[in-house]
Nanobody, 126 residues
Framework: QVQVVESGGGLVQGGGSLRLSCAVSGRTPGLYAMGWFRQAPGKEREFVAG????????NYRDSVTGRFTISRDNAKNTVFLQMNSLKPEDTAVYYCAVDRIYGRGVLTREDDYDYWGQGTQVTVSS
């Protein structure tokens, strides 16, 4: 059974940084797309960042470009989201998503992903 577990969320002041981690178990470590989504109170879940089977293949929503960086460690079956210059509007529950198909590029739609974590809360104070 595939398990996806996020960690690293918390409370931070505006301008600060956090690093989220997402560990995947129950799958052979390999080259599959992974992504981060977030959902703020009263809003729909939205794409934040994604990484394809190749670590050089990444994509970000416009509002986080230049501030967030997604990366992966295939040996540890883990994906990271480094978040710098955080803003109050980044406050949300952040979810990690994993594709079940090997070898695909960046995926930006929720429906493209098959496995999801429970989420980790990120709160940015002004």
């Amino acid at each position: 059974q595939v398990q996806v577990v996020e960690s690293g969320g918390g409370l931070v002041q505006g301008g600060g940084s956090l690093r989220l981690s997402c560990a995947v178990s129950g799958r052979t470590p390999g080259l599959y797309a992974m992504g981060w989504f977030r959902q703020a109170p009263g809003k729909e879940r939205e794409f934040v960042a994604g990484i394809g089977w190749s670590s050089s293949d990444t994509n970000y929503r416009d509002s986080v470009t230049g501030r967030f960086t997604i990366s992966r460690d295939n040996a540890k079956n883990t994906v990271f989201l480094q978040m710098n210059s955080l803003k109050p509007e980044d406050t949300a529950v952040y979810y990690c998503a994993v594709d079940r198909i090997y070898g695909r590029g960046v995926l930006t739609r929720e429906d493209d992903y098959d496995y999801w974590g429970q989420g980790t809360q990120v709160t940015v104070s002004s």
